[in-house]
């Protein structure tokens, strides 16, 4: 095979026409891009000034085709970047009708867009919608929540959520069936602290039923646990007798409880009975313990004795 070789004028030449034409195809891919062309991309409906005393439902989904008037550059960057701000729809005209026609908003919804792209047409052009009577109800948070502590570390209080109730409007016959509302389940582990942190709230799946607020705050007091154990009288119950003696007097009952109760922790917070009517009744000989009131968030580790005697003198 020959080689032919270029002289050093000749590779100048074909240096100068490959970089003329380059330069002249990046010239054509400007002018072409920075003509306005028409181009269709699909963008999500917002909704504003919805009607107070009706509840609705859309009757088609929350996207739309929008055909744009742009250059080929926003095309470009559209494709490339995803569709940005959503076009935000007028419902005013629900309070008297169940439909809106887009295409006469197409000088608002364009005013409110950035950039000097414009939209020339939107399919569907009319959103219908379904209405009922609409309502307004507060109801009950409930936090949904799987939680594991560290080791010696458990909640030491009542779980606050705030705030407390929220408002879910909608057609009266489905606001019966609710009496409360669920968060987004909140999932925690090797916890050693108090929780503080917010929560969404489980969004609707019904067009025509709306919450707010969408998120609460969540607190959950969280303290290291210890035992202790304190002595606590044993009272009887149902005594018909004058004179009954019970041995012991008093239980060594031992719990956990959280460090920053600790020292709050006596007597007068337990209660612990005898029923005498387990002897007069069922035979018993020794009386078994139980304590009816315990404090919040105490955790029994052992009751000594489980058990106690009693002497009835006639």
Request: proline share 6%; net charge positive.
């Amino acid at each position: 095979m020959a080689i032919i070789k270029l002289s050093a004028t000749e590779r100048r030449r074909l240096s100068v026409f490959f970089t003329c034409l380059s330069l002249a195809v990046i010239a054509w891919i400007f002018t072409t891009l920075s003509d306005p062309i028409p181009y269709t991309v699909r963008e999500v409906l917002t909704f504003k000034n919805a009607p107070q005393k009706r509840a609705f439902h859309s009757l088609q989904p929350d996207t739309v085709d929008v055909t744009i008037k742009g250059t080929g550059w926003q095309m470009l960057f559209s494709k490339m970047n995803g569709d940005g701000k959503p076009i935000t729809v007028d419902l005013h005209t629900l309070e008297n009708r169940n439909y809106v026609v887009l295409s006469t908003q197409l000088k608002q919804i364009n005013a409110g867009k950035e950039g000097v792209s414009q939209i020339l047409a939107i399919d569907p052009d009319t959103l219908y919608f379904d209405f009922s009577n609409r309502l307004v109800k507060k109801v009950p948070v409930q936090l949904v929540s799987g939680v594991s502590y560290q080791k010696q570390f458990a909640i030491s209080g009542n779980i606050t959520v705030r705030p407390a109730y929220v408002t879910v409007s909608g057609p009266a016959e489905r606001l019966k069936e609710i009496t409360s509302w669920k968060t987004d389940s909140l999932k925690l582990s090797g916890i050693n602290e108090t929780v503080n942190t917010r929560v969404n709230l489980s969004p609707s799946n019904e067009g025509n039923l709306s919450v707010y607020p969408k998120s609460v705050q969540a607190i959950i007091p969280v303290d290291e646990f210890t035992e202790k154990t304190l002595d606590i009288p044993v009272k009887l119950i149902n005594n018909n007798y004058a004179d009954v003696k019970v041995f012991p007097q008093k239980i060594k009952v031992t719990f956990t409880t959280s460090l920053n109760r600790y020292p709050d922790m006596d007597e007068d917070l337990f209660e612990a009975v005898a029923d005498l009517d387990l002897w007069r009744d069922k035979g018993y000989t020794m009386l078994p313990v139980k304590l009816i009131r315990v404090p919040p968030f105490c955790k029994i580790v052992k009751v000594e004795p489980a058990n106690i005697d009693f002497i009835i003198k006639k």
